[in-house]
């Protein structure tokens, strides 16, 4: 059976010291994370060999076995994989239980720890990194997958105010909106009527829409004035909904390249108990990066 207990600093200093991470996905040549780590490797001169292992849901369970053969005492773990992480662990976070999803991995003994370092680098990102209140925002969370599970809880952690979930599959808006179990706080709509809906102060896109090059169609009624507009993507993945947020006014119009920095800080410090500086690989990242985001 599974433990569930909160991330602690007794389990970040039982596995310091050298060993080897990495991060498992499919497809994963692209990933950015690699590069990400060697930076905060190099800026708190901690030995980190981090390397991309790409991985199926059908050959993670053997490439992971593999990896801990070889050495391995700490992993990230993308798409499609995070679900199938948090069913492997031996004992888990509780940010990583509620959100059902794990994308940090930390070996104890024989088995290994989950975490979900997600919703904590989007919060990072948008009230440290961007200055931005969330505080009692009236916000509108886009899908019902994976990647809205991981960020529900920690925005509501974070204390936005109403949340309203909308998904093309009603159902599943449903069943997030039941797993949160919030009823006076959390609220579900069709997607179809939201055009009927307007005012919201955040909203957060946590569809796979822009990676498949699909437009959400989203009516512009839904912002109020000075928005935040979060998409969880980043690159070309994130620029319709981005364009669509400008067009609709929005004050504020982010991709999740810096989401994706935060939460990789988080798993370092999990890791190796220090926590790295950001501002330097974000700014690297975004000068890479083919761009159309700005605030
Ligand atoms: P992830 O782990 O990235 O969240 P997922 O669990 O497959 O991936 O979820 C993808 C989300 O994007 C879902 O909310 C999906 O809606 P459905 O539940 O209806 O499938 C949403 N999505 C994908 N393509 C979409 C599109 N073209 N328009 C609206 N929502 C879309």
């Not at 988080?266 to 790295?276: L, Q």
Request: one cysteine or more; glycine letters at 10%; aromatic letters at 8%.
């Amino acid at each position: 059976m599974q433990l569930i207990e909160e991330e602690s600093s007794e389990i970040a200093s039982s596995n310091r010291g050298p060993g080897r991470y990495a991060v498992f996905g499919q497809p994963i040549a692209h990933s950015l994370s690699p590069r990400i780590h060697a930076a905060f490797a190099r800026q708190l001169s901690i030995a980190h060999d981090y390397r991309p292992i790409e991985a199926s849901t059908e050959e993670f369970v053997g490439a992971l076995a593999a990896f801990a053969e070889s050495g391995g005492v700490g992993a990230n773990v993308t798409l499609p994989l995070k679900q199938h992480a948090a069913r492997l662990c031996l004992s888990i976070s509780e940010t990583a239980r509620r959100a059902d999803s794990v994308n940090t991995l930390v070996r104890r003994g024989e088995g290994w720890h989950g975490e979900s370092t997600d919703g904590a680098g989007l919060i990072r990102d948008i009230t440290g990194r961007q200055r931005l209140y969330v505080r009692g925002r009236r916000t509108l969370l886009l899908g019902a997958g994976g990647a809205a599970r991981a960020v529900a809880f920690a925005l509501l952690d974070a204390g936005i105010g109403e949340l309203t979930i909308a998904n093309r599959t009603a159902e599943r808006a449903d069943a997030l909106a039941d797993a949160i179990g919030q009823p006076e706080r959390v609220h579900t709509r069709y997607w179809t009527d939201l055009g009927q809906w307007g005012g919201f102060d955040l909203v957060v896109n946590a569809t796979s829409a822009g990676h498949a090059n699909m437009s959400l169609a989203l009516p512009t009624s839904l912002l109020a004035s000075r928005a935040i507009c979060y998409d969880l993507s980043y690159g070309k993945a994130s620029f319709g909904f981005l364009a669509w947020a400008r067009s609709a006014g929005a004050g504020h119009a982010l991709d999740g390249l810096g989401m994706l920095v935060e939460q990789a800080a988080e798993a370092f410090e999990i890791w190796h108990g220090k926590r790295p500086e950001t501002d330097a690989i974000y700014a690297e990242l975004r000068a890479y990066l083919p761009g159309d985001a700005e605030d």
